[in-house]
């Protein structure tokens, strides 16, 4: 079974700063894709950024960008000039890719990690 | 596009009842998934449906079932309900697209809380 583990249960960021969320994960599978979600308060769930684990560059979307090391299975997110709206909480997620997982929809979360932005 | 939408937003229960939560995909969708979250276990896994069928199960106990309708809307039922259901409950939808083709980001709706007193 696949295990997320995000160790930093909070974190805090001074406004336009960048900040660091780290992520790490176990799997003996090869393909596979990597999320990061952000929860503000509504609760919503909303997608930050994925990782195709096939993919060596790493992604990015704006301000987010991702660090993948597959080998050492580590997927940290950055953001860059922070802002107010970026409070949140942020999960790293773990989903199997591949034929033979062909409908297997699963997402393996982390416990993640609570962002605040200092004014 | 509309999103993913979940109703009720909030229900309140007591220990025993039943409960059914509904979710509706964004439009062409057709795999969904339920997610409970707590405070305790973090999010969790429930079940995947695709087609009416359901795909993948987590490790919860049988009082929790769901179904999926030819829309692909789906409902998942809880039954003797007990304090430790109260959670919200998160419901996600994804293309899925045929083996071989690219997977699909899962979106997710704004969740069901529940409370059981």
């Known amino acids: 079974a696949q295990t997320v583990t995000q160790s930093q249960p909070e974190m805090s960021v001074q406004e336009a700063e960048t900040v660091t969320l780290s992520c790490t994960y176990d799997?003996?599978?090869?393909?596979?894709?990597l999320f990061w979600y952000k929860q503000p308060p509504s609760r919503q769930m909303i997608l930050v950024i994925r990782?195709?684990?096939?993919?060596?560059q790493n992604a990015t979307e704006n301000r987010f960008s991702v660090n993948f090391q597959k080998a050492a299975k580590s997927f940290s997110l950055k953001i860059s000039d922070s802002q107010l709206g970026d409070a949140a909480m942020y999960f790293c997620a773990y989903r199997s890719a591949g034929l033979e997982n062909f409908g297997n929809e699963k997402l393996t979360f982390g416990t993640g990690t609570r962002l605040t932005i200092i004014p | 596009k509309a999103g993913v939408t979940q109703t009720p937003r909030y229900l309140i229960k007591t220990r025993g009842q039943q409960v059914t939560l509904s979710c509706s995909p964004i439009?062409?969708?057709?795999?969904v998934s339920w997610y409970q979250q707590t405070p305790g276990q973090g999010l969790q896994f429930l079940f995947e449906y695709f087609s009416e069928t359901q795909r993948n199960k987590g490790n919860f106990p049988g009082r929790f079932s769901g179904r999926q309708f030819s829309n692909s809307r789906s409902e998942m039922n809880v039954s003797t309900l007990e304090l430790g259901d109260s959670a919200l409950y998160l419901c996600?939808?994804?293309?899925?697209?045929?083996?071989?083709?690219?997977?699909?980001?899962?979106?997710f709706g704004p969740g069901t809380r529940l409370l059981v007193l």
């Open positions: 799997t003996s599978e090869s393909d596979y894709y």
């Open positions: 439009s062409g969708h057709r795999s």
């Open positions: 996600a939808s994804s293309l899925s697209r045929l083996a071989g083709g690219p997977r699909e980001t899962q979106y």
């Open positions: 990782q195709e684990a096939y993919k060596q």
